[in-house]
């Protein structure tokens, strides 16, 4: 068993970072991982419909990360839509990083749990924000 990911965002911003993801792995991606996009003019109440097919799709028996891009909007309003009923954890603030460091620990720890990824989901967010031009300050030339 694992843990399924699954990306509730707005529009394809989901759907472009597992594509992103896949290149990266080069198609060997060590999770099931899926996207919902939700589009603006969209009823929501349907979207909870298909968060619930997609959330039964990815349930293997250790839960699913729920990961979306913003605390607040639509689409984590359809993540929460899952709490009361489902084995979920839920991690708004979705990034790039955040997903390459979910993925880069479960080749290394196949077994790992929800709340162990709910752990690098945070830290992987985290740390892959910079000020980069902190790094490599300007040339005084």
Same mark, same amino acid.
């Given at each position: 068993?694992?843990v399924g990911?699954?990306?509730?965002?707005?529009?394809?911003?989901?759907?472009?970072?597992?594509?992103?993801?896949?290149?990266?792995?080069?198609?060997k991606l060590?999770?099931?991982?899926?996207?919902?996009?939700?589009?603006? $003019?969209?009823?929501?109440?349907?979207?909870?419909? !298909?968060?619930?097919? =997609?959330? &039964?799709? +990815?349930?293997?028996?250790?839960? %699913?990360?729920?990961?979306?891009?913003?605390?607040?909007?639509?689409?984590? $309003?359809?993540?929460?839509?899952?709490?009361?009923? !489902?084995?979920?954890? =839920?991690? &708004?603030? +979705?990034?790039?990083?955040?997903? %390459?460091?979910?993925?880069?620990?479960?080749?290394?720890?196949?077994?790992?749990?929800?709340?162990?990824?709910?752990?690098?989901?945070?830290?992987?967010?985290?740390?892959?924000? +910079?000020?980069?031009?902190?790094?490599?300050?300007?040339?005084?030339?």
């Open positions: 068993m694992s990911v699954f990306l509730i965002t707005h529009d394809d911003i989901g759907i472009s970072l597992i594509d992103s993801l896949q290149q990266m792995f080069a198609n060590p999770l099931n991982i899926k996207a919902l996009p939700v589009h603006h $003019n969209s009823d929501p109440l349907a979207f909870c419909y !298909y968060a619930e097919e =997609i959330y &039964a799709s +990815l349930e293997e028996g250790d839960g %699913v990360l729920v990961l979306t891009d913003l605390f607040g909007a639509t689409p984590c $309003n359809i993540a929460i839509s899952l709490l009361n009923h !489902y084995h979920v954890k =839920i991690v &708004a603030g +979705l990034n790039f990083p955040m997903l %390459v460091k979910i993925m880069s620990h479960v080749f290394t720890f196949p077994d790992a749990t929800l709340d162990t990824l709910v752990d690098k989901a945070l830290t992987g967010g985290c740390q892959g924000v +910079l000020d980069v031009s902190l790094l490599y300050p300007k040339s005084s030339t």
